[in-house]
């Protein structure tokens, strides 16, 4: 089997045709000015999950969103004046932002990795606001490589990364930034560089008129206790690898498990556990006749790494 045989030129047919491939929650790669970006639909949980398999990332990033229209910005993000004149100022380009979320839209979780916070950006590349435009919705993208590899910046180290992982590559060439985005945080008072990339911090700073803080966090492993406490718990006790219900608790099945009030997966696909994850915690956290939570062990393999690293958490008591 040739790897590239799912290489497509951008032209305007087969960008099309990728946006089908979008709206039916499959996954495709595209370029962006920094760097090939692997999208899928944001609201499409089984979507989302099935990029994190096909990275192979052993815990849920937070992953950006990628828009066309800064209107679109309103839908989810907390936005203010520094925010609008940052966008209108470095958009579309190199740049992302970590936004509060204004509501609690449970699909967005996986995309959000379960934290308060979503992170966004408006890409600089003509096939990638087409793309997002005939979408119909934004695009979550992380770099189109394996966990661990280096960031792809043509349609060829896509594919040799991920081969048929992905369902189309779109070919735009090869990247003009060649690094990913900077990434700032502002949801806070100051400004907080959490990436350094495609924009410099000089040019923030100046447009601001003032410091950006630089945070000692590495982005790549947002699993610090830090970031720990910004991420949705359930309030109810929450048991993990428990073989059956006690009194009192909801109990979230995995696999062949029947005495269970919801089962994340009853054929045992960890792709589609991971994508009800979240929603089924807060189904069971909201649920009037139980005050505790019991789950299922789940297996410590593929996306099994990264459930069992979020359910921890989630567990885990203050
Ligand atoms: O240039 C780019 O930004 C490329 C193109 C495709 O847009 N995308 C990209 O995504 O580099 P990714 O997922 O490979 O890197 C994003 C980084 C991850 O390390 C993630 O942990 C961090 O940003 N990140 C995202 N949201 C965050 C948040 N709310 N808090 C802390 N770190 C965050
Ligand atoms: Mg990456």
Same mark, same amino acid.
């Given at each position: 089997?040739?790897? @590239? ?9 087969? +960008?099309? @045709?990728?946006?089908?491939?979008? @709206? ?35 815990? =849920? ?44 839209? #449970? ?23 087409? $793309? ?17 590899? +280096?960031? #792809? ?30 990434? +700032? ?7 907080? *560089? ?10 923030? !700073?100046? =447009? ?12 790549? &492993? ?6 720990? *406490? ?9 048991? +993990?690898?428990? $073989?059956?219900? !006690? ?6 099945? =995995? ?8 089962? &994340? ?26 005050? @505790?939570? %019991? ?10 790494? %990264? ?12």
């Amino acid at each position: 089997m040739s790897m @590239k045989n799912n290489i497509y030129q951008n032209t305007e047919e087969n +960008i099309k @045709k990728a946006a089908e491939v979008i @709206k039916n929650g499959g996954l495709v790669a595209f370029p962006t000015e920094t760097v090939y970006g692997l999208g899928a639909n944001v609201y499409n949980a089984k979507a989302v999950a099935s990029i994190y398999a096909a990275k192979g990332r052993p815990a =849920f990033n937070p992953l950006i969103s990628h828009i066309a229209e800064k209107d679109f910005l309103k839908e989810y993000a907390a936005v203010d004046e520094r925010v609008l004149a940052l966008a209108d100022k470095f958009w579309p380009g190199p740049l992302t932002f970590v936004l509060n979320r204004v509501e609690e839209n #449970p699909a967005l979780d996986l995309a959000c990795a379960g934290l308060r916070t979503i992170t966004v950006r408006m890409p600089a590349h003509p096939t990638a606001l087409a $793309l997002i435009k005939k979408s119909g919705v934004p695009i979550v993208a992380p770099s189109a490589n394996r966990s661990q590899t +280096i960031s #792809p910046t043509t349609a060829f180290h896509v594919a040799d990364s991920l081969g048929d992982k992905v369902d189309m590559i779109l070919d735009g060439g090869q990247c003009r930034v060649g690094v990913e985005s900077t990434i +700032i945080d502002i949801t806070g008072k100051n400004v907080v *560089l959490l990436r350094a990339g495609g924009v410099a911090l000089e040019d923030l !700073e100046e =447009f601001l008129g003032e410091k950006v803080l630089i945070s000692h966090g590495n982005p790549d &492993l947002p699993t610090s206790p830090g970031q720990m *406490l910004k991420h949705y718990a359930p309030s109810h006790d929450f048991r +993990i690898n428990a $073989l059956s219900r !006690e009194d009192g608790e909801f109990f979230i099945g =995995f696999g062949a498990v029947t005495d269970c009030d919801l089962n &994340l997966s009853p054929s045992g696909d960890l792709c589609e556990a991971a994508a009800n994850l979240f929603a089924y915690m807060r189904l069971a956290d909201a649920d009037k006749n139980h005050d @505790k939570i %019991a789950m299922s062990p789940i297996p410590e393999t593929g996306l099994g790494l %990264a459930i069992n690293d979020r359910i921890r958490r989630a567990a885990y008591k203050k």
